[in-house]
């Protein structure tokens, strides 16, 4: 006669318990995979859409560097920071901008390049408004840099890039510049061309595009361009350059000028 041991409920109740709990792990599992699912796909599509693009502008001078001052005393410091910051209103809806300097204090030269640098910005714009000897007005000038100890652009080919197209040693900063002559060349035709439309008249002189050894565009590594909008020196500009329509207008052919080059390069 066989009897039977009596059923031990709490041991069936652990049993239970445990039959569920291998469920669970299953359901974590699933819910975990989901939520990385629609995590990835959310990386996926924050990679997909398009990087804003970086303008950084450099307005010259600052602090105890005055910069040019006019007849009348309107340092060239005060209209490079008006027009700078006129400029990032402008544009602030389209880009990402950043200023090398948002008020009235002296930035090194090497650490307004290094500004574009760190932001890893498309376009570097240094304003200015100078000063000269001759009796009438340069009127606008834009600059881009030429380096007299020779370019990147003009090496060996086989100099500027190692295997797989990897540059084989890093470049000197005084070269980096050359690397973007072409679209650099670009960038101060359409600037040049916006702001003499927008400020020239029949008495306006035309300084036209010019290439020079700019210590502030040498170790920019992205299309840089100097514009002197102006010079202070020359009582005429300084008068223009103390009107705040004048003001807005530079900005707005400025912008208009980097609205064009990027259609050009989206």
Not at 3 to 21: A, D, E, Q, R
Not at 163 to 190: C, D, E, S
Request: hydrophobic content about 40%.
């Amino acid at each position: 006669m066989s009897i039977s041991k009596p059923v031990n409920k709490k041991s069936v109740k652990m049993l239970c318990l445990g039959n569920s709990c291998l469920k669970w792990p299953i359901l974590l599992v699933l819910v975990w995979t989901i939520d990385n699912v629609s995590q990835a796909q959310a990386v996926f599509l924050s990679q997909d859409l398009p990087r804003r693009k970086v303008v950084v502008l450099d307005p010259g001078h600052g602090g105890h560097d005055l910069g040019a001052v006019g007849p009348s005393g309107l340092a060239e410091k005060v209209v490079a920071l008006l027009v700078a910051h006129k400029i990032k209103e402008v544009l602030s809806e389209i880009c990402e901008v950043h200023l090398t300097r948002n008020d009235d204090y002296r930035v090194d030269i090497i650490d307004r390049t290094a500004v574009a640098n760190h932001y890893r910005a498309d376009i570097f714009l240094s304003i200015h408004a100078g000063g000269g000897f001759r009796r009438q007005g340069l009127g606008v000038v834009v600059f881009y840099h030429s380096s007299d100890t020779g370019r990147i652009a003009s090496m060996p080919a086989g100099q500027q890039k190692g295997p797989w197209g990897i540059r084989a040693k890093p470049l000197p900063w005084n070269y980096i510049q050359g690397m973007h002559t072409a679209k650099t060349q670009v960038l101060a035709k359409f600037v040049h061309r916006h702001l003499t439309a927008k400020l020239g008249s029949e008495d306006t002189v035309d300084g036209g595009i010019r290439e020079a050894p700019c210590l502030v565009l040498r170790g920019a590594d992205m299309p840089a361009v100097l514009v002197e909008i102006g010079h202070l020196s020359h009582p005429a500009d300084e008068k223009e350059l103390r009107k705040s329509k004048v003001i807005s207008d530079v900005a707005q052919a400025i912008s208009e000028a980097i609205k064009e080059y990027f259609s050009r390069y989206p």
